[in-house]
């Protein structure tokens, strides 16, 4: 048998590194040569964290090749579709039917990447001979923690992989926190039970593209003191001190209408007014 | 269903963790190193041994400086760092090659090939010819314990240190390892012998011949080590490290030259497997440091026009080449990946780093970063920090931005506790001494957090988790002659903001000192989380200016905007949302009896 | 006595004797004699306890000098305000004092008023309405009917008859 | 005319408040004034107003101009340490144009001096008690029908002139009843209301008179009110030429109305060698004083301003012409002394009766001083 | 809250600016007022203000109402007169602390114990502005003043237990960095029925700022909301490391509506409460 490819995907902070350990201890408790792989550092802060497992008879690379993990488990939807390349054609993909949106993908007006993708098996279906999209974090949450999500995917991954329960229950309570073994084993388990859900049941974050209005910040600065205060206050850093201290907008077209500028205003002297329609910010698709 | 027992005598390792088995194995008595990702775990690993004096140093010359002194009183040492830690320890490396060792002495130095967590990739195998240096390279984590092992009796017979190359792929690669028994070495003992310890220009002048010779020796040694394996003849490959198993991987039969040691480079031992194939091929990650060597030595062999020089390989990438090399199978066409959303790291919920730099935004500056988890403030939505080259060149390069006058802004540094103590004292004596306009901003979490929460010499702890004396920053930052300083907590959004203020208007070099513990480490900080009152939420998205990633999105618009909320189970507490919220829409999540 | 048309009243005594009601029972009473009057008192301490005043001024014509100066008629109830306020009086004043007073002037008329009020009434208040009586037996100047119609309308209903005979009481002690 | 009947002084300068339009009372109690707050406490709710006991004299005319501003008729009262309380907001209403009547009931002092006795010792403290350059306007009536009459007349005053208008009598006086027969109804008057649209209102232009018309608040003009040197807008200013501008008109408005404010009581004039100055209980005894002369054959007369403030300085100048002495009677050491001396301004001789002692003056005092200081004037 | 341009409708335009120094928060106070008279919808021609002396008393004179800016802190006493005699208007007062607490307190405290329906706003920036600098009744024990060159020493008011023991039936304290509590807050108080207080935690960069070198506006108004209790207090439990000692912070304080009762409500006229 060539060398079993598994590609876990999640977000740091989610127990990719713990679930991939698990993985590798069962293979390793099921007599297979093992390796794994994965990036610590600054991917782990937030950011998109992955873990390669690779076992079987011998094992050269650690590393996945693209195109060739016979099982994509991603612990979040947009990891799922990062993580595609790897998926050899056919393969199983299991997601949990969570998103995890990117506090950079939150603004309204500054993302400073590409928009939340929207959740639609169909975009992956025709690639992959299976696609479990399991709500993992809801059946975790429903037995008690919702920690144990990482849990319930691997019991998923389990039912493509050719590892028997007892080296799973082992590696899982050989590496989860004491106390919550039993807790993660029964997760496993609601894993090897969980029926795939239709995207449509989740409910929608409202990630539509919303219809952005642009606005014009005026200053009178015949009643402008030039304190300060509103460039502290203002979330898009529209406005500024100049090196004179003076009150300047730097930003006019940053600007999202909050009128905190005007709030806080000691001076009566901002005025915030809804400029020309129909400027689309980077919502979502 | 029967029960698989677990062999006592193999684990699963990480290649750092290899590392650092194989040098409790080869008995090593004293180990330094400075934290950097991907090293740092392996002397943490070996800090689980007793057997060991394991010891976080100010920095990685400073560890250097500890292994070669205890290799001189004739302990085997060991020092551990990431490849541009070699850079700070270079000075005392260099020379180390020509006093030689007493004991055992190995340099492990981890590269970044693909710069994961790093600000270049520059290749270790390079300072090895500069330092006249065998380097040994392993391609697992069972071949990262024994090429350990090895490095230690090839340092004590050839008389010099020994560097270990490893890479992200071995250091964070976990494979099985047969494990043994540590081999007690005994301590020789110092023999004092200045002509070969006191490098005067006399004597180091004989001593350069002597390394020379050494080297000769070693290039034989390593040919020696070498192992040829494969059976397909049309191209042959030479290769070390873990390019040798993604060779493996896409095409298990070719001939294979496996270097054990790339430096000294086994020339000899090449030409002789040259002459069993059809086409020599060298697969190496980074720069072309064997295939020139071979070009040099008059062997015609192909490399870097079907591998990438930059980043790290891949069995792809190695397909790719081989595919080109018509002894592989291209790569089956690929769909392309399904667009997703960009997920840059962030700082961590709570993170005492994101209202300094919050509010240097706020002032507005030209801002020498450094090395450390806060160099993510470069990345939106802080976005404040426009320099970031190495650890501690942060205040150094303020004091040179201050004198170029051409900021227009106040010139600040920013740096870490660790970072300060590893590099930037000596920048900061040179600011004030030659009274650089400036500010310099200590974040001081009472950790090294970027690699996972070590001790320094400021924590008052131990890698052994003994109490120890702690540096005083703000005393040494007296010390060494700074007269505006300022001490706040930055979880005081407006005490920090003025703090820094005020050090910024003040003519000089002034240091503000933010003083937080880390949330992660060395405790894990977890309070009362906060809510989002969403009746309250205004949507101004103010608060998503900390880039606290526990502050997401609702489906809940306001005059076109959407509401927050905060992910409860992230939140620490930390309250400076709350402090930034203008309609008070955040407060603590009340607790029912 | 000369009076010039004017006739200055002094009641003195002490503190819930009734010397204020007396005198505003007076000027009332000249009120509807078809007289002008007018009534003034001692304000503060004085008034609560101790030696107390409480002056009316009569006149035909309109009242010029509002206060009592030297008084042509001095109703005295203790000893105390005697010697306070019922000294200064005119040299041919009518002078009526109670049998506290320890040494009046010759000629006075001593009288038990505030024992006779205490037995009709029960307490000191009516003494004022005694010394009334006294006065208006002693010097025919005020209506004794209008006197009464005043007393009755001042005092509450319920003392009305109590202080009626108090005040015929105090008229019988003169011979 | 009603029929008449025994009234005390305190109770007519309320009867007079409320016959004047009095709405509003804020008060301190304080002796011997306290009969006012009482009798307002009971009756203003009657008819509509309101009464107010606040937590002290500073208060009391503080609510009272606010009143004011609303649209009432209110008025204050007090005695002498309430009244130096008060002078804060003197001057405020002086300032800010607040038609106000404020009673001072003049005790024994100075301080807490001696509560329960009469005294004349407020007068120049009325005049000039609270700081800085202002007009005043004081009426000092002598009599519990006078009380009544000036009360009244104050009100009348205020409104036409906007100004704290101040009733002075003493002690005596307030608790004195007497025989008064209280007019049917009283002449009344009310401010004067802006004629503007209040789009071009402004609340600090004065009519011809110097008083500027004056909405309540909630008439629909907007307007501020302040006790800072302030421009017609009524908004705070700190040229000089608005300040002096705003000085003299407050002077002015005051003077302009001078014939309805300036009023004057003389008896026997006519032959007098000498006249009697005196005003409030003491122009009292010096009538008895003068009639008791007079029965001597002494040509004896009195001249009893009612208004203390402004000084009437013809009208005294006028009255003492021709006598060979002026006799000052007053219960102070000698306040009103000094502007009879300024306005006879050595053309006749000043003797003084004075009485510091909490004592009223007597009539017979008044004769003795005749008697002393003038030879001859008694035959 | 309602628009600058809204808001504006409020203000005597041709009298701005207003003599308030930068950063002088008063004026965040006074938009969010603005903004809670136009949410109540409020007649502005049935609206009084009154203040007494001090620089929060001086914004007054810009609210297009009808305003008095009275004597030193004998503000509750010209609006008690006001509202007692033309009780359908809506009357507020705005003062200082110094004006309020000091020279004024006892006005407060009565208007409060007399339950007169009046909406008094105490500006609450720790020192007299007006003139100077000097210590008010509610420095802070430490803080410097122009009269308290070495720090205070006297204990400060808590203006807000004060007026609860006074016996006033609405109670809040709310910060002038939170511009959208502060308008909802004041809707409440103009709303109740009854004296309502609100005190208002403001800044004086000027003074107390720099007596104390807390900063100027930003930083001072950042300050305001680190001292409520909801942070402070999770901020100074919070755990530490042993080897960085935990950070000094200063006590903080309750924000929000404090206290709320009926009472009836004091008219001086007859029939007497409502």
């Given at each position: 048998m060539s060398a079993r490819g598994v590609v876990l995907a999640g977000v740091g902070g989610q127990g990719v590194v713990l679930a991939s350990a698990v993985l590798a201890e069962a293979a390793l408790r099921s007599d297979f040569e093992v390796k794994q792989s994965e990036v610590h550092g600054m991917a782990q802060r937030g950011g998109a964290v992955v873990s390669h497992i690779r076992y079987g008879e011998t094992v050269a690379s650690p590393v996945v090749p693209l195109a060739s993990a016979d099982v994509l488990a991603a612990f979040e939807w947009a990891e799922a579709l990062r993580w595609m390349p790897y998926l050899a054609p056919r393969g199983a993909l299991v997601v949990d039917a969570r998103r995890i949106v990117p506090p950079g993908a939150c603004k309204d007006h500054r993302t400073w990447g590409v928009p939340y993708p929207a959740m639609d098996t169909a975009t992956v279906a025709h690639r992959v001979a299976d696609v479990l999209l399991i709500d993992a974090s809801g059946i975790a949450a429903s037995l008690g923690n919702p920690k144990t999500a990482n849990s319930v995917v691997m019991g998923a991954v389990s039912r493509f992989l050719d590892i028997d329960d007892v080296a799973w229950e082992k590696a899982i309570t050989r590496f989860v926190p004491p106390g919550t073994e039993e807790l993660n084993i029964a997760a496993f388990h609601a894993g090897q039970e969980a029926g795939s859900v239709r995207p449509e049941a989740i409910p929608d974050l409202g990630l539509d593209p919303i219809q952005q209005r642009s606005y014009r910040i005026e200053v009178d600065h015949s009643w402008c003191k030039d304190c300060g205060i509103c460039p502290t206050v203002c979330p898009e850093f529209c406005l500024a001190m100049d090196h004179a201290h003076r009150l300047v907008v730097v930003d006019e077209a940053a600007c999202i209408g909050c009128r905190l500028c005007e709030a806080l205003c000691p001076?009566?002297?901002?005025?915030?007014?809804?400029?020309?329609?129909?400027?689309v910010s980077g919502g979502a698709p | 269903m029967t029960t698989l027992s677990i062999r006592a005598d193999r684990a699963l390792l990480s290649g750092n963790e290899a590392i650092a088995r194989g040098a409790w194995e080869a008995g090593v008595h004293v180990a330094a190193a400075y934290p950097g990702t991907p090293s740092t775990e392996t002397l943490q690993a070996l800090a689980r041994y007793d057997e060991v004096d394991s010891r976080w140093a100010t920095n990685e010359k400073v560890a250097v400086d500890v292994a070669l002194?205890?290799?001189?009183?004739g302990a085997r040492a060991f020092a551990a760092m990431k490849h541009v830690g070699l850079n700070v320890a270079a000075d005392t490396f260099m020379t180390a090659s020509y006093v030689g060792v007493g004991g055992g002495l190995v340099i492990m130095v981890a590269d970044d090939p693909g710069m994961h967590s790093s600000q270049n990739e520059q290749d270790t195998r390079l300072y090895a010819r500069l330092g006249l240096v065998?380097?040994?390279?392993?391609?697992?984590?069972?071949e990262a314990k024994d090429h350990t092992k090895l490095a230690f009796d090839v340092s004590e017979e050839f008389d010099t240190p020994v560097l270990l190359r490893s890479t992200t792929?071995?250091?964070?690669?976990?494979?099985?390892?047969?494990?043994?028994?540590?081999?007690?070495?005994?301590?020789?003992?110092?023999?004092?012998?200045?002509a070969k310890y006191v490098m005067l220009p006399a004597y180091a002048r004989g001593r350069h011949p002597v390394i020379l010779e050494r080297l000769e020796r070693l290039a034989e040694y390593a040919g020696e080590l070498a192992v040829e394996e494969g059976t397909d003849t049309r191209v042959g490959i030479v290769t070390a490290g873990v390019p040798y198993q993604y060779v493996k991987e896409v095409a298990p039969d070719l001939r294979i030259l496996k270097l054990g040691m790339s430096y000294p480079i086994p020339i000899e031992r090449i030409r002789r497997f040259a002459e069993t194939v059809d086409r020599l091929v060298v697969v190496e990650e980074l720069e072309p440091f064997l295939e020139e060597a071979l070009l040099a030595a008059g062997l015609e062999a192909d490399g870097k026009a079907f591998f990438p020089r930059t980043g790290e390989l891949s069995p792809d990438l190695v397909r790719d080449g081989l595919a080109a090399l018509g002894v592989a199978d291209p790569r089956p066409p690929i769909p392309d990946a399904p667009t997703t959303v960009t997920r840059p790291p962030l700082m961590c919920p709570g993170c005492p780093h994101m209202v300094p730099y919050w509010s240097i935004k706020r002032l507005g500056a030209t801002v020498t970063g450094d090395i450390g988890c806060y160099t993510l403030a470069a990345l939106e939505p802080l976005a404040t920090m426009d320099t970031c080259i190495s650890m501690g060149a942060s205040i150094g390069m303020a004091s040179g931005m201050a004198a170029s006058g051409g900021s227009d802004e106040p010139v600040v540094a920013t740096i870490g506790d660790s970072t300060f103590l590893h590099g930037g004292v000596p920048a900061l004596m040179e600011a004030v001494y030659n009274d650089a306009d400036m500010t310099v901003v200590i974040l001081d979490n009472g950790t090294t957090a970027m690699t996972g929460g070590q001790e320094h010499p400021g924590t008052g702890t131990t890698l052994a988790g003994e109490k120890a004396r702690a540096v005083d920053i703000p005393a040494l930052c007296t010390a060494v002659g700074v007269e505006d300083l300022h001490v706040v907590d930055p979880y005081d959004v407006s005490a920090t903001l003025r703090a820094i203020e005020q050090a910024m208007a003040?003519?000089?070099?002034?240091?503000?000192?933010?003083?937080?513990?880390?949330?992660?480490?060395?405790?894990?900080?977890?309070?009362?989380?906060?809510?989002?009152?969403?009746d309250n939420c205004t949507a101004c998205q103010l608060c998503m200016n900390l880039g606290c990633p526990a502050i997401v999105w609702t489906d809940e618009v306001f005059e076109g905007r959407r509401k927050v909320t905060i992910d409860a189970a992230m939140c620490t507490g930390c309250t400076l949302c709350a402090q930034l919220c203008p309609p008070r829409a955040i407060v603590p999540v009340e607790v029912h009896p | 006595m000369t009076t010039n048309g004017r006739l200055d009243v002094r009641f003195a005594g002490a503190g819930g004797q009734g010397i204020v009601m007396a005198g505003e029972v007076l000027a009332a009473a000249a009120l509807r004699m078809g007289r002008s009057a007018a009534h003034s008192k001692a304000y503060g301490p004085a008034s609560r306890g101790g030696a107390s005043r409480s002056d009316v001024v009569v006149s035909d014509g309109a009242v010029g000098f509002p206060l009592v100066r030297r008084p042509n008629i001095v109703v005295a109830l203790t000893d105390e305000a005697y010697r306070k306020y019922g000294h200064d009086h005119a040299d041919d004043a009518v002078v009526i004092v109670d049998v506290d007073v320890a040494a009046p002037r010759n000629g006075a008329l001593v009288a038990p008023i505030v024992e006779t009020a205490r037995r009709i009434v029960g307490t000191d208040v009516a003494s004022g309405v005694v010394g009334l009586g006294v006065l208006s037996r002693s010097l025919d100047v005020f209506d004794v009917d209008i006197l009464r119609g005043t007393i009755a309308e001042r005092v509450p209903a319920a003392l009305e008859d109590a202080n009626l005979e108090a005040f015929a009481a105090g008229r019988e002690m003169v011979g | 005319m009603n029929e008449p009947r025994l009234i005390r002084g305190n109770e007519a300068c309320a009867l007079a408040a409320i016959a004047a339009g009095c709405r509003f009372y804020g008060g301190y109690p304080i002796t011997p004034s306290s009969e006012i707050a009482e009798h307002m406490a009971r009756e203003l709710p009657e008819v509509g107003g309101v009464f107010v006991q606040m937590e002290d004299e500073i208060s009391s005319l503080g609510a009272v101009i606010g009143a004011a501003f609303a649209g009432a008729k209110a008025m204050t009262a007090t005695s002498g340490p309430g009244f130096s309380l008060m002078q804060e907001h003197i001057g405020y209403a002086v300032m800010a144009e607040a038609p106000c009547v404020i009673v001072d009931v003049m005790r024994g002092g100075p301080s807490t001096g001696r509560p329960t006795s009469p005294s004349q010792g407020d007068v120049m403290q009325a005049r000039w008690g609270t700081h800085g350059d202002h007009p005043a306007i004081v009426f000092a009536p002598a009599s519990v029908a006078e009380i009544f009459e000036l009360t009244v007349k104050a009100f009348v005053v205020a409104?036409?002139?906007?100004?704290?208008v101040i009733v002075l009598y003493d002690e005596v006086l307030g608790h004195t009843a007497e025989t008064v027969a209280l007019p049917e109804e009283v002449t009344v008057a009310d401010r004067r209301k802006p004629e503007v649209e209040p789009e071009a209102f402004l609340p600090m232009l004065p009519a011809n008179d110097g008083v500027p018309p004056l909405p309540a608040f909630g008439d629909g003009y907007r307007f501020h009110v302040t006790g800072l040197v302030h421009d017609e807008r009524g908004f705070p200013s700190d040229d000089p030429a608005v300040a002096g501008a705003l000085l003299r008109r407050l002077h002015a408005k005051v003077e302009n109305h001078r014939s309805e404010i300036v009023d004057v009581a003389t008896s026997h004039l006519d032959d007098a060698d000498v006249v009697i100055f005196a005003y409030g209980i003491v122009a009292r005894a010096a009538e008895e004083a003068v009639a008791m002369a007079r029965r001597q054959g002494g040509r004896v007369g009195l001249v009893r301003p009612r208004t203390l403030w402004p000084f009437p300085d013809a009208e005294i100048a006028e009255a003492v012409r021709g006598a060979r002495l002026v006799v000052v009677c007053e219960m102070n050491l000698g306040q009103m002394l000094l502007e009879v001396e300024r306005v006879v301004a050595g053309s006749v001789p000043i003797a003084a009766v004075l009485r510091g002692d909490g004592e009223p003056i007597d009539p017979d005092e008044i004769l003795a001083a005749l008697d002393r200081d003038m030879e001859g004037a008694l035959p | 809250m309602t628009t600058t341009a809204q808001v504006r409708e409020h203000l005597r335009g041709w009298a701005m600016p207003h003599v308030l120094c930068p950063g002088c928060a008063h004026g965040i106070v006074g938009r969010a007022f603005l903004s809670a008279v136009d949410d109540v919808g409020i007649d502005p021609d049935q609206m009084a203000v009154v203040a007494g002396i001090g620089c929060s008393s001086r914004l007054v004179g810009y609210l297009d109402f009808c305003t008095l800016h009275a004597t030193h802190g004998r503000a509750p006493s010209f609006a008690a007169g006001i509202k007692l005699a033309r009780p359908e208007l809506t009357v507020a007062v705005f003062s200082g602390d110094g004006d309020g607490l000091a020279i004024g307190g006892n006005h407060l405290i009565h208007a409060a114990r007399r339950n007169i329906d009046l909406t008094v706003v105490l500006f609450n920036n720790e020192i007299y502005g007006m003139t100077g600098g000097q210590a008010a009744p509610t420095t802070s024990v430490g803080a410097i003043a122009s009269t308290a060159p070495r720090g205070s020493v006297e204990s400060p008011f808590d203006a807000c237990k004060l007026?609860?023991?006074?016996?006033?039936?609405?109670?809040?304290?709310?910060?002038?960095?939170?511009?959208?509590?502060?308008?909802?807050?004041?809707a409440d108080a103009l709303d109740h029925e009854g004296l309502s207080f609100v005190e208002v935690l403001s800044d004086c960069p000027t003074y107390f700022g720099r007596y104390n070198k807390l900063g100027s506006g930003p930083e001072m108004l950042a300050a305001i909301t680190r001292s409520d209790n909801r942070i402070a207090i999770p901020l100074a439990g919070k755990r530490s490391i042993p080897t960085i000692d935990p950070p000094d912070l200063p006590p903080g304080v309750e924000l929000g509506t404090l206290h709320r009762e009926h009472r009836p409500v004091f008219t001086?006229?007859?029939?007497?409460a409502t």
């Open positions: 001076d009566f002297a901002i005025r915030i007014s809804v400029g020309d329609p129909a400027v | 002194g205890a290799s001189l009183g065998p380097l040994l390279e392993p391609s697992d984590s069972a792929r071995i250091s964070h690669n976990r494979g099985i390892v047969p494990l043994e028994e540590r081999r007690e070495v005994p301590v020789r003992g110092f023999r004092r012998d200045p003040y003519r000089g070099t002034s240091v503000v000192i933010t003083h937080r513990p880390c949330v992660e480490a060395p405790l894990r900080v977890k309070d009362r989380p906060f809510e989002v009152i969403p | - | 409104e036409r002139t906007r100004m704290p | 007026m609860i023991g006074a016996g006033a039936t609405f109670v809040a304290r709310a910060a002038a960095s939170e511009p959208y509590t502060l308008a909802r807050i004041f001086g006229r007859a029939g007497g």
